[in-house]
């Protein structure tokens, strides 16, 4: 497609390739060119060879084409009156000690230069030692361009102190809660729901109970899955849950939360016919096989796991009744055993006890987490602030709030505000337990570099107009909010990844860096892709970088977020981020890695993949 | 005789008019049988005859058996109450009310300010003959109906438009207009789409207007040659517009040369064109397009032909494609993503993919408009997506620099390219719209020959 001169500068150092035919005596202009962000697609079909071709920035200068030539023609010395010599590329690309590259491939995005309108206007002198300096632009009225200097103290309502911190305060303590952990090492289904001692009993017509309550499901069963016994069989894993819940009357993220150990609840379902409940694939087969064990959103290996299987009507395995109705009756049971913590359990019995804390850093960075949750219908909802951790009573589908964006504090998000429906690919979706063991929160919270301000969920709804209609909610919720900078996440890939690089424009053209979390790799390239989508980084874990139907495999990992915030930090002191190599290859992570390593002198622990599990017939069959 | 059905809507744009006879009256030629009831242009019965049927979109009327030459004359006026009051409207498709186009509707200001009538004798479409046809046989008429239009409008400069190609037609113009300084020719290459109102203003003053403005912000007016003639009918004659010049051609028997017919009663049916001009090709064919091969409808041969029907297209057969991926390419140059469904469907493909051409920029009633008609934007990306896709066929609406940047990538990322127009083109002879090889600048001494044809002929 033909280019404009700000593309056209942009890419002074490309190749200057014709869009169209052109007669000979044209003078070139950017609307004679093609737009180079293509040109690696043209490379690899073959329909483009780029050898001697001048580059952009040299034929723009009145040079007049001396052959009439067809589209898709590289400007060569032989077919103009003149050119320009070639520019030093050398300067061009400063040799900046903490790039961090960008990791997914993004099909269409011309890599832009950082958006001068609104925020910084951020000079980069990359000549050995970094030289950033930052003027406060105070240009476009509404963007937010707090000067850097004085950072105003943080407005958390329910932190007085807060207001006694200025400019370079100490940490602030915004609120807190207690996490209380008890053991539980037995689980037995019998005829009543209690814990005594480690055992925890569990009714077992509490099942059929919730079943009945449920129109649309059929059955409802438990059994329990201990370690030895990881060889099971299973049908696709719809959510794994901690068992937890609030002390007195406390609501979520404050107080006190009581929390088994040992035991996590996992929730599974087909339909009469056997149709799994899940889209893009399924996780069903033996669990030791299909299960990414201890990542944030999976069952940690040695757990006991408590399978409620439930059996709904054909055909509702799609629509957002279906999974509603077993997530629904699931928690009747665990309701059951929420009262029973609450009745049974004491002080004595507590084995560990977490301290959970809401810091706020006056004078750092301010940042945001927007967390982009599924909201497409059919079973891509999540319930929003339940009364219980991970419950379903009080809480509402985001679908029904019209997905628009919702903000949590960081402890809410860690106290399970989150009761995660979505079915989408099982190796990207964040469970329920993710949101509980959150990797970007914890580590943005206790990162003394940076100043959390909060959580954002926003939903991604199914009609395009509805995408947009909400990002534009986004980016406007993210202006007021005054940020440095933001992290955009999301679970899934494809339909989503409009929304998604939507809402990373929405706050990036406001003038904050935004950094981006997705899988991508090599199956869930974006669809989409803008001028600020050049920051991101993929969650991709497996071996051939695609979805593998192994629960949890390509969340977001605690390396990911790691990675994320070193991104986020280069990104808001004005470093150029590299653009990926065209192809996903594992050697952007691993060389990010290295460059952390480096620059914070720490050792980064990388979680195994998929290759680390038995090697499963349908993964023999369909991936590896 | 078969019965005349006339349109109570005869142009794209506008309202219905209301009819103001009732069945069982017996009409005239030049009869008025409609009125305006909004955006429109009175409509006379193009017939002797009786109204036989009001229906709520056309009347109905049965011919006699004699049709003397005589009608009913419009009421003497002044030159632009004739124009309104013999219903006027341009024949160079929309069919938009002329006597609003060339009068500002509220005072004695002229509508252009010493500007320019634009006359658009490029007869853009493909395969069409019967502009340039008139305008040979009568060019003075042409000139004469210039000057009308230029006093209305208040232009001081009059501008034929007309491609380089015709040039016996052009030498006959040059030799009237040694002695008509205020008009004069602008010589147009033979490629699509020339006749595009912005194209026409373009080329002729070099200036490149938005998709969302009109000529009138060049200080222009852009009319269709045949519309100039049907002015001087109305002004000279006081002849309403009752019939109207028009091509018949394609699969019709005898070959596929151009059918010419001139005074075509208004409501004549698409049948009776076909039969007149020979029947049906015994071959077969593929579908009947009213209008040009990139801006006309599929149409049925009951349907009546309206003032602004300009050709009857009949093209070869659909081959079948046996539901093959097929990606649309939508442009502003030919059919909507509405014709282009339809024709994938006669294809029997299944639409895999839709991409739109960069510069097909929406206007807010849904059309497009291109933002620089036929100066390609580039087509390498669409065709990309097209194969990522999987279309193994893409089928294409665009002019002829465009189409010729689709098929540079198009054929060697292994995507068949089939232009919308194809059948047509095959049905009347002319080379397909793919690869351009002629200049789109032409020299405007007639002497000069620039233009080679070699464009890829008829398989």
Same mark, same amino acid.
Request: aromatic share 4%; glycine share 10%.
């Given at each position: 497609?033909?280019?404009?001169?700000?593309?056209?500068?942009?890419? /002074?150092?490309?190749?200057?390739?014709?869009?169209?035919?052109?007669?000979?005596?044209?003078?070139?202009?950017?609307?004679?060119?093609?737009?180079?962000?293509?040109?690696?697609?043209?490379?690899?079909?073959?329909?483009?060879?780029?050898?001697?071709?001048?580059?952009?920035?040299?034929?723009?200068?009145?040079?007049?084409?001396?052959?009439?030539?067809?589209?898709?023609?590289?400007?060569?010395?032989? *077919?103009?009156?003149?050119?320009?010599?070639?520019?030093?590329?050398?300067?061009?690309?400063?040799?900046?000690?903490?790039?961090?590259?960008?990791?997914?491939?993004?099909?269409? %995005?011309?890599?832009?230069?950082?958006?001068?309108?609104?925020?910084?206007?951020?000079?980069?002198?990359?000549?050995?030692?970094?030289?950033?300096?930052?003027?406060?632009?105070?240009?476009?009225?509404?963007?937010?361009?707090?000067?850097?200097?004085?950072?105003?103290?943080?407005?958390?309502?329910?932190?007085?102190?807060?207001?006694?911190?200025?400019?370079?305060?100490?940490?602030?303590?915004?609120?807190?809660?207690?996490?209380?952990?008890?053991?539980?090492?037995?689980?037995?289904?019998?005829?009543?729901?209690?814990?005594?001692?480690?055992?925890?009993?569990?009714?077992?017509?509490?099942?059929?109970?919730?079943?009945?309550?449920?129109?649309?499901?059929?059955?409802?069963?438990?059994?329990?899955?201990?370690?030895?016994?990881?060889?099971?069989?299973?049908?696709?894993?719809?959510?794994?849950?901690? *068992?937890?819940?609030?002390?007195?009357?406390?609501?979520?993220?404050?107080?006190?939360?009581?929390?088994?150990?040992?035991?996590?609840?996992?929730?599974?379902?087909?339909?009469?016919?056997?149709?799994?409940?899940?889209?893009?694939?399924?996780?069903?087969?033996?669990?030791?096989?299909?299960?990414?064990?201890?990542?944030?959103?999976?069952?940690?290996?040695?757990?006991?796991?408590?399978?409620?299987?439930?059996?709904?009507?054909?055909?509702?395995?799609?629509?957002?009744?279906?999974?509603?109705?077993?997530?629904?009756?699931?928690?009747?049971?665990?309701?059951?055993?929420?009262? %029973?913590?609450?009745?049974?359990?004491?002080?004595?019995?507590?084995?560990?006890?977490?301290?959970?804390?809401?810091?706020?850093?006056?004078?750092?960075?301010?940042?945001?987490?927007?967390?982009?949750?599924?909201?497409?219908? %059919?079973?891509?909802?999540?319930?929003?602030?339940?009364?219980?951790?991970?419950?379903?009573?009080? /809480?509402?589908?985001?679908?029904?709030?019209?997905?628009?964006?919702?903000?949590?504090?960081?402890?809410?998000?860690?106290?399970?505000?989150?009761?995660?429906?979505?079915?989408?690919?099982?190796?990207?979706?964040?469970?329920?337990?993710?949101?509980?063991?959150?990797?970007?929160?914890?580590?943005?919270?206790?990162?003394?570099?940076?100043?959390?301000?909060?959580?954002?969920?926003?939903?991604?709804?199914?009609?395009?107009?509805?995408?947009?209609?909400?990002?534009?909610?986004?980016?406007?919720?993210?202006?007021?909010?005054?940020?440095?900078?933001?992290?955009?996440?999301?679970?899934?890939?494809?339909?989503?990844?409009?929304?998604?690089?939507?809402?990373?424009?929405?706050?990036?053209?406001?003038?904050?860096?935004?950094?981006?979390?997705?899988?991508? %790799?090599?199956?869930?390239?974006?669809?989409?892709?803008?001028?600020?989508?050049?920051?991101?980084?993929?969650?991709?874990?497996?071996?051939?970088?695609?979805?593998?139907?192994?629960? /949890?495999?390509?969340?977001?990992?605690?390396?990911?977020? *790691?990675?994320?915030?070193?991104?986020?930090?280069?990104?808001?002191?004005?470093?150029?981020?590299?653009?990926?190599?065209?192809?996903?290859?594992?050697?952007?992570?691993?060389?990010?890695?290295?460059?952390?390593?480096?620059?914070?002198?720490?050792?980064?622990?990388?979680?195994?993949?998929?290759?680390?599990?038995?090697?499963?017939?349908?993964?023999?069959?369909?991936?590896? | 005789?078969?019965?005349?059905?006339?349109?109570?809507?005869?142009?794209?744009?506008?309202?219905?008019?209301?009819? $103001?006879?009732?069945?069982?009256?017996?009409?005239?030629?030049?009869?008025?049988?409609?009125?305006?009831?909004?955006?429109?242009?009175?409509?006379?019965?193009?017939?002797?005859?009786?109204? !036989?049927?009001?229906?709520?979109?056309?009347? !109905?009327?049965?011919?006699?058996?004699?049709?003397? +030459?005589? @009608?009913?004359?419009?009421?003497?006026?002044?030159?632009? &109450?004739?124009?309104?009051?013999?219903?006027?409207?341009? #024949?160079?498709?929309?069919?938009?009310?002329?006597?609003?186009?060339?009068?500002?509707?509220?005072?004695?200001?002229?509508?252009?300010?010493?500007?320019?009538?634009?006359?658009?004798?490029?007869?853009?479409?493909?395969?069409?003959?019967?502009?340039?046809?008139?305008?040979? &046989?009568?060019?003075?008429?042409?000139?004469?109906?210039?000057? @009308?239009?230029?006093?209305?409008?208040?232009?001081?400069?009059?501008?034929?438009?007309?491609?380089?190609?015709?040039?016996?037609?052009?030498?006959?113009?040059?030799?009237?207009?040694?002695?008509?300084?205020?008009?004069?020719?602008?010589?147009?290459?033979?490629?699509?789409?020339?006749?595009?109102?912005?194209?026409?203003?373009?080329?002729?003053?070099?200036?490149?207007?938005?998709?969302?403005?009109?000529?009138?912000?060049?200080?222009?007016?852009?009319?269709?040659?045949?519309?100039?003639?049907?002015?001087?009918?109305?002004?000279? +004659? #006081?002849?309403?517009?009752?019939?109207?010049?028009?091509?018949? =051609?394609?699969?019709?028997?005898?070959?596929?040369?151009?059918?010419?017919?001139?005074?075509?009663?208004?409501?004549?049916? $698409? #049948?009776?064109?076909?039969?007149?001009?020979?029947?049906?090709?015994?071959?077969?064919?593929?579908?009947?397009?009213?209008?040009?091969?990139?801006?006309?409808?599929?149409?049925?041969?009951?349907?009546?032909?309206?003032?602004?029907?300009?050709?009857?297209?009949?093209?070869?057969?659909?081959?079948?494609?046996?539901?093959?991926?097929?990606?649309?390419? !939508?442009?502003?140059?030919?059919?909507?993503?509405? =014709?282009?469904?339809?024709?994938?469907?006669? @294809?029997?493909?299944?639409?895999?993919?839709?991409? @739109?051409?960069?510069?097909?920029?929406?206007?807010?009633?849904?059309?497009?408009?291109?933002? =620089?008609?036929?100066?390609?934007?580039?087509?390498?990306?669409?065709?990309?997506?097209?194969?990522?896709?999987?279309?193994?066929?893409?089928?294409?609406?665009?002019?002829?620099?465009?189409?010729?940047?689709?098929?540079?990538?198009?054929?060697?990322?292994?995507?068949?390219?089939?232009?919308?127009?194809?059948?047509?083109?095959?049905?009347?002879?002319?080379?397909?719209?793919?690869?351009?090889?002629?200049?789109?600048? !032409?020299?405007? +001494?007639?002497?000069? $020959? +620039?233009?080679?044809?070699?464009?890829?002929?008829? #398989?």
């Amino acid at each position: 497609m033909s280019i404009t001169a700000e593309t056209a500068k942009q890419h /002074a150092n490309d190749p200057a390739v014709l869009c169209c035919r052109a007669e000979a005596g044209t003078e070139l202009t950017p609307a004679n060119f093609e737009d180079p962000a293509i040109f690696p697609d043209l490379v690899d079909s073959g329909l483009l060879n780029l050898d001697g071709a001048l580059k952009l920035g040299q034929v723009l200068n009145g040079s007049k084409l001396t052959k009439t030539v067809d589209s898709l023609t590289p400007i060569t010395a032989d *077919i103009v009156d003149k050119f320009d010599a070639a520019e030093g590329a050398e300067e061009a690309a400063p040799a900046a000690e903490e790039v961090v590259e960008a990791a997914p491939a993004v099909a269409a %995005a011309p890599v832009a230069a950082a958006p001068a309108a609104g925020g910084y206007i951020s000079l980069h002198i990359g000549e050995g030692k970094n030289i950033d300096i930052q003027i406060p632009a105070g240009i476009g009225g509404g963007v937010a361009a707090a000067p850097a200097a004085a950072v105003a103290a943080p407005a958390v309502a329910a932190a007085a102190p807060a207001a006694a911190a200025e400019e370079e305060g100490e940490a602030v303590v915004v609120r807190e809660m207690t996490r209380k952990h008890y053991k539980i090492d037995k689980v037995v289904l019998g005829d009543e729901t209690k814990i005594e001692g480690t055992t925890l009993y569990i009714r077992e017509a509490a099942a059929q109970e919730g079943a009945d309550g449920q129109k649309l499901v059929h059955s409802l069963t438990l059994d329990v899955i201990t370690p030895d016994n990881y060889h099971t069989y299973t049908e696709t894993v719809m959510d794994i849950q901690p *068992i937890a819940t609030k002390e007195d009357d406390y609501e979520l993220g404050e107080g006190v939360t009581r929390v088994l150990d040992g035991v996590v609840m996992m929730v599974t379902g087909i339909t009469e016919e056997g149709i799994q409940v899940g889209e893009f694939g399924s996780s069903e087969g033996y669990i030791d096989e299909n299960m990414m064990w201890n990542r944030p959103g999976a069952v940690d290996k040695g757990e006991i796991i408590i399978r409620a299987h439930a059996v709904i009507d054909n055909k509702k395995n799609m629509e957002r009744p279906g999974p509603i109705a077993i997530h629904t009756a699931v928690d009747h049971v665990t309701q059951e055993i929420r009262n %029973a913590m609450k009745k049974d359990l004491t002080d004595e019995q507590v084995v560990d006890t977490q301290v959970l804390k809401q810091v706020r850093r006056p004078g750092k960075k301010k940042i945001v987490i927007v967390k982009e949750i599924m909201g497409q219908g %059919a079973m891509h909802d999540n319930f929003l602030f339940p009364t219980e951790p991970v419950g379903v009573l009080g /809480a509402k589908p985001n679908v029904d709030l019209g997905n628009v964006p919702v903000a949590a504090n960081p402890l809410e998000v860690m106290d399970g505000c989150i009761h995660a429906l979505t079915c989408i690919g099982p190796a990207s979706k964040e469970m329920s337990r993710h949101y509980w063991r959150e990797p970007l929160v914890y580590e943005a919270i206790h990162d003394d570099d940076v100043d959390l301000v909060g959580v954002i969920f926003v939903g991604s709804p199914q009609a395009n107009t509805d995408k947009f209609y909400v990002s534009r909610r986004l980016g406007q919720m993210v202006e007021s909010m005054n940020v440095d900078g933001a992290f955009v996440t999301t679970e899934g890939f494809g339909n989503n990844h409009v929304d998604f690089t939507s809402h990373i424009e929405q706050i990036g053209k406001r003038g904050v860096p935004v950094v981006g979390f997705s899988f991508c %790799a090599v199956q869930g390239a974006l669809v989409t892709g803008n001028k600020y989508c050049d920051a991101m980084v993929d969650n991709n874990k497996s071996m051939s970088g695609i979805e593998n139907e192994v629960l /949890a495999c390509n969340t977001l990992c605690h390396e990911d977020a *790691i990675r994320g915030l070193a991104m986020l930090k280069a990104k808001m002191a004005g470093e150029t981020i590299k653009a990926p190599e065209r192809k996903y290859t594992h050697a952007v992570k691993e060389s990010n890695v290295e460059l952390i390593e480096k620059a914070y002198g720490t050792k980064m622990e990388l979680v195994d993949n998929e290759q680390a599990l038995p090697m499963s017939e349908k993964r023999k069959a369909k991936y590896d | 005789m078969e019965n005349i059905q006339m349109l109570l809507k005869q142009g794209a744009v506008g309202k219905p008019c209301a009819p $103001v006879v009732a069945v069982g009256d017996k009409v005239k030629k030049g009869t008025l049988i409609a009125t305006p009831t909004g955006l429109g242009v009175n409509v006379h019965s193009s017939v002797y005859g009786e109204v !036989v049927e009001i229906l709520e979109d056309r009347i !109905v009327i049965k011919p006699d058996e004699e049709q003397p +030459d005589e @009608y009913v004359k419009i009421p003497k006026g002044s030159n632009l &109450e004739m124009i309104k009051e013999a219903g006027v409207l341009g #024949q160079g498709g929309a069919g938009f009310p002329t006597f609003i186009k060339i009068y500002n509707g509220k005072d004695d200001k002229p509508v252009l300010d010493h500007g320019y009538i634009l006359v658009n004798a490029s007869e853009c479409e493909p395969g069409l003959a019967h502009n340039i046809q008139q305008i040979d &046989e009568d060019p003075a008429r042409l000139l004469r109906g210039i000057h @009308y239009i230029m006093e209305i409008a208040g232009a001081d400069k009059g501008i034929i438009a007309i491609k380089k190609k015709h040039r016996e037609t052009i030498l006959k113009l040059d030799a009237l207009l040694k002695d008509d300084p205020a008009i004069e020719r602008h010589l147009l290459p033979d490629i699509y789409p020339m006749g595009e109102e912005r194209a026409v203003v373009r080329e002729c003053l070099g200036i490149e207007l938005e998709p969302d403005k009109l000529p009138s912000a060049a200080n222009a007016v852009v009319i269709n040659s045949e519309t100039v003639y049907s002015c001087v009918s109305a002004i000279e +004659d #006081q002849k309403p517009l009752i019939d109207k010049n028009l091509t018949v =051609r394609g699969m019709i028997k005898g070959g596929s040369e151009a059918h010419v017919f001139e005074n075509v009663p208004v409501g004549t049916s $698409v #049948q009776a064109l076909i039969e007149r001009a020979g029947g049906f090709d015994e071959r077969g064919y593929g579908e009947i397009i009213m209008g040009g091969a990139f801006t006309g409808k599929a149409t049925t041969l009951d349907a009546p032909i309206t003032k602004a029907t300009g050709a009857i297209l009949v093209t070869r057969p659909f081959r079948d494609l046996h539901g093959a991926k097929t990606g649309i390419l !939508v442009c502003a140059c030919g059919g909507n993503l509405e =014709r282009m469904e339809d024709l994938v469907a006669k @294809y029997n493909g299944t639409v895999a993919h839709v991409c @739109y051409c960069k510069q097909a920029a929406e206007m807010p009633n849904g059309t497009r408009k291109c933002e =620089r008609p036929g100066n390609c934007p580039g087509q390498v990306k669409n065709n990309l997506e097209f194969k990522k896709a999987g279309c193994e066929y893409i089928i294409i609406g665009n002019c002829s620099d465009c189409s010729n940047t689709v098929m540079a990538s198009g054929p060697k990322m292994g995507l068949k390219v089939i232009h919308m127009t194809d059948l047509a083109m095959m049905a009347v002879g002319h080379p397909l719209y793919r690869t351009l090889k002629v200049s789109k600048k !032409v020299d405007q +001494d007639l002497d000069v $020959v +620039d233009n080679v044809e070699d464009n890829e002929t008829v #398989q």
